[in-house]
């Protein structure tokens, strides 16, 4: 059985993504560490691990359940959707940064 392919697309994902992250940013307020950081994360080496733990954490969690519970698909479609996470929180850091300059 052939499956559809995944859907919000690129940008409506990230839109969906950053709200949260705005929300998550102001809430933390100004004493906390910087977004910045989770640009890191799009690094190569960084990005194909955390890809390489989330199959390492599927097949410990298939293996504790006896069956396949976590399908390869389930795990890209999470991985989709945590490829937008970085980067939205990066944008809420420039976003409340921009707020708080034009604020003083």
Known sequence: MLEKPLKPHGVI?????????VVLRFYLGEGTISFLWF???YFPMI???VYWIMYGIRLLLNKL??????TVTN?????????????????????????TYNMM
């Open 75 to 99: 795990i890209r479609h999470f991985y989709i959707w945590y490829l937008n996470v970085p980067g939205s929180l990066a944008l809420a850091e420039l976003i409340y940064k921009g707020y």
């Open 47 to 49: 990005n194909w691990t």
């Open 39 to 41: 640009i890191l994360l």
């Open 65 to 70: 359940n006896g069956e396949e519970w976590i």
């Open 13 to 21: 994902r990230f839109l969906i993504v950053l709200p949260f992250a």
